[in-house]
Structures are given as C-alpha cells and as structure tokens.
C-alpha cells in the first residue's frame, strides 16, 4: 500500500542550509510520526503527532523543528545541521496512536 | 522496561531454503503487540504481521509464517521457500499501553537470499 508519500527521496545539504522534508498520507489517519535511521542503530522515534497536535518529542535537537497543518501532511525543518544528522528519515501514520502505522519510502539526507 | 531483541544480524540462504528470524521480548504489561515490518534496499518499511498479546494463534501467510509463544516471550518469523525477493532487513517491533503504544524496534535481521 503507498499510501504515504515522502519527498523528497534524497538530500544533501550544507550546515548551514535550510532544507524541509515532506510527508502525506492519503489513509485517512489521525497520527503521524518522524523516525529516524542511521546505521546501525535502531529506528529512534523524534516526534509524534495526533490530530495535528504533537504529543512526542523524543529529546530531538531544536535543529529539527516538526510541522502539521493537517492530519494528512507532516513536515520536518531542517536548519543548520550537523554531519551525524545524516540517515534516514521516515515518516509513519497509523488511524490512532494505538493502531498499526503505515511507512513513506523514507528521506535519505546527507549532510555535508 | 521494554525491549526487543534480534540475536541474528545477518542471515544468509541459498534459494527455496527456509529461514527462521527470531524475535525475543520483554515487558511487564498484559496488553502488548508484536509487530514484523520488512524493509528491502528501496527503504521503506513494509508492514508484514500485529498480533495482540491475547491472540497465541499461530499465523500462516502464503511463504510467512509467525509463531507466538508467550511463555518463551519469542515471536518468530519463518519464511518458507524463500526467494531472492525476500532479501531485506527484517523488524521485530513491539508496542504496549504503558509506553503509550510507541514502537520499540528490534535491531534488525539482514536476510540475504542467494539465487
């Protein structure tokens, strides 16, 4: 199911660019969710949103500031980071925080 | 405390031969969900399998197969007849009430199947 879309699909960017990745989901869910990958560590949840309203901060840096207009678009702003910010970047939405969440294909970022 | 564990980091197989990924978790609730998702090289996570922690009911999907054991707290996952498409790294995930039934992912199983 591609019911949730991520652009884009990679990144590279500077420290001191600013830069905004993208998620919609077209499932008709209240929640959403940014994760991030890096390699070889597990999937570490940075942010949760429900009904448009954030609920989770994972003691994310200010460096990444969330957004949801809606329910069925989230974004993640990016502005002056670091080298070790580089991974990959998921978004999920499940119907309600209890329910299964549903993946985009992913931002893969670099930061140079 | 939560936690998932995958000890198997890498697995490799030749073609049709079947392979088990375990999956071992801790919690102290009652009300739990296991979770499998797949993430082949394109990235994204698939959704595969949820099983509450009141439903022990092994499950049967075309090649997959899950087995749930609660005693054992283990909640394998077999591919049967695998297949070069089955190549991808495989979560264990596990959500429960008192964590607000946030996700807590496993390390991971790299399954590479060899034609």
């Known amino acids: 199911e591609t019911g949730v879309t991520q652009t884009p699909r990679h990144l590279v960017m500077g420290m001191t660019n600013k830069k905004s990745l993208k998620c919609e989901q077209h499932l008709g869910h209240n929640a959403m969710y940014w994760y991030k990958q890096s390699a070889k560590k597990p999937l570490e949840l940075m942010f949760v949103?429900?009904?448009?309203?954030?609920?989770e901060n994972n003691s994310v840096p200010s460096r990444f500031s969330p957004e949801c207009p809606n329910s069925s678009h989230l974004f993640l702003h990016l502005h002056t980071l670091q080298p070790e910010d580089s991974a990959l970047y998921l978004c999920?939405?499940?119907?309600?925080?209890?329910?299964?969440?549903?993946f985009g294909p992913g931002t893969r970022l670099t930061v140079l | 405390a939560q936690k998932v564990t995958q000890a198997q980091t890498e697995i490799s197989v030749v073609e049709k031969e079947d392979v088990t990924l375990d999956c071992v978790y801790e919690?102290?609730?009652?009300?739990?969900?296991l979770f499998w998702y797949k993430q082949p090289p394109s990235g994204e996570l698939v959704f595969l399998i949820r099983r509450n922690s009141f439903d022990e009911q092994n499950e049967i999907s075309g090649r997959y197969s899950w087995n749930f054991q609660k005693s054992t707290s283990s909640f394998n996952f077999t591919i049967t007849a695998s297949q070069v498409v089955d190549s991808a790294v495989y979560f264990c995930?596990?959500?429960?009430?008192?964590?607000?039934?946030?996700?807590?992912f496993g390390a991971g199983t790299t399954v590479t199947v060899r034609a």
């Open positions: 919690t102290r609730d009652t009300t739990y969900y």
């Open positions: 995930a596990l959500s429960q009430v008192s964590n607000d039934y946030k996700l807590s």
């Open positions: 949103y429900n009904f448009k309203e954030q609920t």
């Open positions: 999920a939405s499940s119907l309600t925080t209890t329910d299964t969440q549903y």
